[in-house]
T-cell receptor, first 111, second 120 residues
């Protein structure tokens, strides 16, 4: 079973920040939080990941709570091309550790 | 950047035939690859873990004789859907991790573009 829970869907106005929450209350000390997104009929795309500290890259920011039981992915200025299903995943850093996908959050960007 | 490529991107076949899907890591070696399937409006479901030089590890409920996985080299894993039937029609996706160190992100997993199988 997936170790994360996410809201099934969210709406966000174009140009505004999209904040996608994720709960992972059973996360282990060696597990990272990864975010991927899947645009229709494509393979998932890596967005960002983190262990304890907040992270930022050219795509998004990741805010992880101090107890690591939840996190928020922030898309600072959402565009229509950000419409996708966003998956929050917890996984160790081992390259052999498999990823179990939850149902994700379907993000709709409204023009 | 690292890329995982699948071929074919889509395939249509007759019921009873077998279909092979290839997954390649283009600029890195992948000792482990993962195969997923996805039905419309559903999440990805892990089918099996493909291990280079050894047998694949299948998830519960996935028929190993139906979905043959071969990982003969460090850059290629194949999934063969044997005696395909319409219920096998799905989107099949593979993935592989970069090795740790050497400037690569820790444990980052890359996914192929997916292969859409339609069985008539």
């Amino acid at each position: 079973d997936a170790k994360t829970t996410q809201p099934p869907s969210m709406d966000c106005a174009e140009g505004r920040a999209a904040n996608l929450p994720c709960n992972h209350s059973t996360i282990s000390g060696n597990e990272y939080v990864y975010w991927y997104r899947q645009i229709h009929s494509q393979g998932p795309q890596y967005i960002i990941h983190g262990l304890k500290n907040n992270e930022t890259n050219e795509m998004a920011s990741l805010i992880i709570t101090e107890d690591r039981k939840s996190s928020t992915l922030i898309l600072p200025h959402a565009t229509l091309r950000d419409t996708a299903v966003y998956y929050c995943i917890v996984r160790s850093s081992s390259r052999d550790d498999k990823i179990i996908f939850g149902k994700g959050t379907r993000l709709h960007i409204l023009p | 950047g690292a890329v995982v490529s699948q071929h074919p991107s889509w395939v249509i076949c007759k019921s009873g035939t077998s279909v092979k899907i290839e997954c390649r890591s283009l600029d890195f070696q992948a000792t482990t690859m993962f195969w997923y399937r996805q039905f419309p409006k559903q999440s990805l479901m892990l089918m099996a873990t493909s291990n280079e030089g050894s047998k694949a590890t299948y998830e519960q409920g996935v028929e190993k004789d139906k979905f043959l996985i071969n990982h003969a080299s460090l850059t290629l894993s194949t999934l063969t859907v044997t005696s395909a039937h319409p219920e096998d029609s799905s989107f099949y996706i593979c993935s592989a991790s970069l090795p740790s160190g050497g400037g690569f992100n820790t444990g980052e997993l890359f996914f192929g573009e997916g292969s859409r199988l339609t069985v008539l």
